[in-house]
Structures are given as structure tokens and as C-alpha cells.
């Protein structure tokens, strides 16, 4: 048996951990101090009610013997693939059932659709971006290459012709960032991979924050992409889908084989996402399910304008904030990432993400996240006036 060594040069993710330890530190140190967290990039705000029903009525059909369901297509049922080609044609995006995958969510599809890859490919990834990219290849042995996110390009990376590579990541709307790719950008980015014969995995976690009617929320809003790009979607921060689980992957049949073969993966290693969930995913899509949503998601990004505002405010330099749930900002007076952290921690009891932890083009950033309560929220902002605008 040999085992596979290459886990061994995963580097080790101490982020959130060290964050946590840091955090419970200062409390047990401090316990009169209030700490307002906005570091962790998950959603607070509860399902909304058109998905409770439709979660409920679910259930009662799985308890009832004439409605009871068993395995169901592994690909999703037909009921929850027309919802989501339904969506995708709101932004002129004609998609074929076939083409449309239901997942458990777009972390363990952006991990799984690497069997479909040969070891040898040499695969592009932005630096500072989300984690499993670099991860789930480095686990696979394969090469990776980066293109560097920084204040100069505003952290949208554009493909550099000189740089080979077969398997490029993109996440737009970009955690932890939050910058959002324009359609003249991706297109240098399509055209790129076509001339290059590779493939984009285009992340679209957080296409619902896009209010802007001309930011592409899918790539196959961009000419040619369905040739050379495969989506991944989720309902984690549209729909508060975090902890209950359903996305989608869209693997277009342009792309021949890729289709087929993700058919074949998913029929062999996946049995499908359970009914009920899909239920509630399909309720996510109906008209009433789209206004709710909408609140939740304003919600949020009343929160994100509130920060923004604010760091403007303080003259401190950001990204994000606008189609995005998460704020991106230079730390003041030149501190690294972690220097940062532990300011804002002892002098404000506000905590954040220290950049340095996604990618080394993070050192001297640092993420803020408007998934808190508006209360947290305006108060974390508060005490940033009480020192940074004096
Ligand atoms: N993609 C990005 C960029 C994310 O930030 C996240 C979660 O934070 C995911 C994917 C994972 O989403 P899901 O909950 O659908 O697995």
C-alpha cells in the first residue's frame, strides 16, 4: 500500500483556528468587553418561509407511502433542473436540462470535477483567493501556477499570454475580495483559455450580490464560454443554503466529452442530493422564493454598504463591499495582516480574516464580512470612526 504523499505538502491552514484561539484569549481576559465578529464567511439569517413549506411538505410526502421516494437521478430531479435553467435564461442564458447538475454545493463539485483531469495539467489559480482551489489540486500532485490579484489590477488578475496552463480557476464575485469581473474582462479571459485549449472552472458562489445588470453573473453571459467553461453555483449565500445543502455545476455539451464523463463520475460516485432539500432548493427559484431571497440578500448588503462607506470615510483603501457580501481593505499605517487582526481585536474587540491567509498577495489586507447583524454591524463601524476619523 502506498499511501498518497502528497498531502504532505498541503500547507497547513491555521486561519480560522489561530483566529478562534486568538479571539477566546482576549474574552477570557477581557470579559466585560463585547467582541463583534465579521470575520467568518458564513450567512445568519434564517431560511425563508416559502422554503420551510416547501421543506415541510417534503417531508410529509417522504412520510406518506403513495408520495415516499427512494434514490432519485443523480443528477438532480428534471423539477429542480428546470428551475435553475429558468434562472439562468433571466440573464439570456439558454442551458439544455443535460447540461445542469444538482449538487450537495459548490465546495465538494469544485473538488470532485478534478477526476475528470489528467495529473499532468498545469493549473492557474488567483492569488489571494478561496482555499480549495490550490488544495484539492496539490492533493491530486498537480502543478499550480498563479496569477497575482493585487491593489494594482484592483485584484482581477488578467491572463498573461507568456503563462501556460491548462485549468484555470475564477471567482467572480471573489472571496475574499469581493472585486467582480466585467464582461471585457472575462472575455480576455474566454478568448485566453481557447487559445490556450483549457478549460475555466468558474465559480459563480456569489453571483446573487451582483445588482449591476451589466456584471456578467454567469460566464456563459460571455461569448464562447460555453466552449471552454464549466460553472459552479450554490444556494449557500443565495438562499441561506449553508448548513442544509444544495448548488449546482453546469458542465456545457459543447465541451464533448467533459459532459459525458461528469455524467459518468456522478452516476458511479454520487447518489444524488435528498428529495427534500431539492424541494426546498426548487421553492429557492419560484417567484415568492426570489423576493424573499432578495430581502435576505439586501439585508447583507446594506451591511456591506455600511462598512464601505464607513472605510471611505476613514480614508482606508477597499475593494468589494458593492456586488459582494465581503470588503477587502489595505491595513492601515502599512500593518501585515495578523498586526492588523490583533489591533482591531485589543483597541475595538472587532474581528476580521487577516488576508495573509488566502494567498501571499493577502499580506497587508484584510477581509470584513457583512454577513453580521445590522446592530453588530453599525456598532463594529462606530468604534472603526472612533479611531480611524478622529
Ligand atoms: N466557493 C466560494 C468562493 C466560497 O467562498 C464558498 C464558501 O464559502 C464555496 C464555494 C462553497 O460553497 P458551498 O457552501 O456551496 O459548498
Request: proline share 4%; charged share 25%; glycine share 8%.
Amino acid at each position: 500500500m502506498n499511501i498518497n504523499e502528497n498531502y504532505l505538502n498541503l500547507e497547513q491552514s491555521y486561519l480560522f483556528s489561530t483566529v478562534a484561539k486568538k479571539v477566546s484569549e482576549f474574552s477570557n481576559n477581557n470579559p466585560d468587553k463585547k467582541i463583534i465578529k465579521l470575520g467568518i464567511g458564513d450567512v445568519t439569517l434564517p431560511l425563508c418561509k416559502v422554503v420551510v413549506d416547501a421543506l415541510h411538505k417534503a417531508v410529509d410526502e417522504m412520510g406518506a407511502q403513495a408520495t415516499f421516494r427512494g434514490y432519485g437521478p443523480e443528477q438532480g430531479y428534471d423539477f429542480l433542473r428546470e428551475a435553475v435553467k429558468g434562472y439562468y435564461k433571466k440573464h439570456n442564458v439558454e442551458l439544455n436540462l443535460d447540461e445542469i447538475f444538482i449538487s450537495d454545493g459548490a465546495k465538494s463539485d469544485l473538488g470532485n470535477i478534478l477526476d475528470l483531469f489528467a495529473k499532468d495539467n498545469v493549473v492557474l489559480v488567483p492569488d489571494p483567493v478561496y482555499p480549495v482551489y490550490v488544495d484539492t489540486n496539490v492533493m491530486a500532485g498537480r502543478k499550480v501556477v498563479f496569477a497575482d490579484a493585487n491593489g494594482d489590477n484592483e485584484f482581477l488578475p488578467l491572463p498573461d499570454e507568456n503563462v501556460k496552463a491548462d485549468i484555470i480557476y475564477i471567482c467572480s464575485p471573489n472571496n475574499p475580495t469581493g472585486a467582480v469581473y466585467n464582461k471585457e474582462q472575462l472575455k480576455k479571459w474566454v478568448d485566453y483559455a481557447k487559445s490556450m485549449n483549457a478549460i475555466i472552472l468558474f465559480d459563480a458562489a456569489y453571483e446573487c450580490f451582483i445588482s449591476d445588470e451589466n456584471l456578467p453573473k454567469s460566464i456563459y453571459e460571455i461569448e464562447g464560454a460555453k466552449d471552454c467553461a464549466i460553472e459552479f453555483c450554490s444556494l449557500s449565500k443565495t438562499a441561506g443554503f449553508t448548513g442544509t445543502r444544495c448548488g449546482y455545476t453546469v458542465v456545457p455539451e459543447n465541451l464533448g466529452k467533459l459532459n459525458k464523463f461528469w455524467l459518468r463520475r456522478q452516476t458511479t460516485k454520487f447518489n444524488g442530493v435528498p428529495y427534500i432539500v431539492q424541494r426546498g432548493a426548487e421553492a429557492v427559484f419560484s417567484e415568492a422564493g426570489q423576493k424573499e431571497i432578495k430581502e435576505n440578500i439586501n439585508y447583507y448588503k446594506e451591511n456591506a454598504k455600511l462598512i464601505s462607506d464607513t472605510l471611505t470615510k476613514c480614508g482606508i483603501w477597499h475593494v468589494g463591499g458593492k456586488h459582494s457580501p465581503y470588503i477587502w481593505l489595505k491595513c492601515p499605517n502599512n500593518m501585515t495582516s495578523w498586526e492588523f487582526f490583533d489591533f482591531l481585536l485589543e483597541k475595538i474587540q472587532v474581528v476580521g480574516t487577516p488576508g495573509s491567509g488566502f494567498g501571499k498577495n493577502g499580506e497587508g489586507y484584510f477581509r470584513l464580512t457583512s454577513f453580521g447583524s445590522k446592530e453588530n454591524t453599525a456598532e463594529a463601524m462606530k468604534r472603526f470612526e472612533s479611531i480611524f476619523n478622529k
